[in-house]
């Protein structure tokens, strides 16, 4: 296909090109070099970054269009969930997507280690906290995801959380209780559009090299990262786990590949577009009343202009 600035992608196209990435309900899900379905170095038909880069173009500015129509209907509110191993991408792939968005109608909340406050609470409790507004685009940057990914991977962690007697089989009850939560948002005109930044071993390696050869990217470098990577076949584990349990019809997670930037922002910005054209938001119509007075108004407004004339 030719990449030309000013061919909008029409929502049929949308759906052929992020098919691959959706999770389907209850699917086994493999990831890593025995994965047959996610390839972390997935680029469709594009070959380098300057390939996608109109196509990246079109896809922010039409984001920016639909959120523009999202906020004028101000019925339904987007929430956007973003997870993955470090270095895959998250921050990079926020900037970049939104960048035509106006900041007015998006949120963005990283979610950290929880607070002493946060701990008092019920684990979903400050997720509920930060939902987007209707009408709003709100990002998770992490999110409730984390309490069965890190805190799985990290159980004594779950001692932490004042959690009441006995915690029988709680990871299968925790992706229950989040499946009943996204249900409840989505019913009531939240939708949720999950994304996985699929990145390979080897190239959060590289990246961390990277971070460690280049003085201005010693800042995003964390001892702590490199222990987590240590962890990376549980961390692997405890994704396949989320992603077979927990991608529904009303909250499907995506597996973006992420082993080149440039297309998982692209394949980000075309999922995310793909719920805006799906809720289809449009500018809400005022009624013949309103109308009338507004017109009176003008007729006003004019005569104003020809009196000083
Ligand atoms: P970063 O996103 O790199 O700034 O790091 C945020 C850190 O907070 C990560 O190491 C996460 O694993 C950690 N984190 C986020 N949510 C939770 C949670 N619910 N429980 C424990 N750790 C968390
Ligand atoms: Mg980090």
Redesign the pocket.
Known sequence: MENTASTPVSHADLRKRIAPFRVKPRAVVRLGDDSKDFDPGYRDQFVTRADAGLALAEGVRQLGEYQARLAAQSTYAVLVILQAM?AAG?DGTIKHVLSGVNPQGVTVH?????SLIELQHD?LWRYQLQLPERGSIGIF??S?Y??V???RV?PE?LGNEHLPGAQTDIWKRRFREINDWERYLADNGVRIVKLFLNLSKQEQRRRFLDRIDEPDKNWKF?V??AL?RERWDDYQHAYEEVLSATSTKYAPWHVVPADHKWFARLAASWIILDALMDIDPKYPKVDPQTRAKMLEIKERLLAEGRHRE
């Open positions: 470090d998250k990283p979610f950290k280690v929880p684990y940057n992490r409730h984390e309490e990914l890190v805190v990290h962690l964390n702590a990262d987590e």
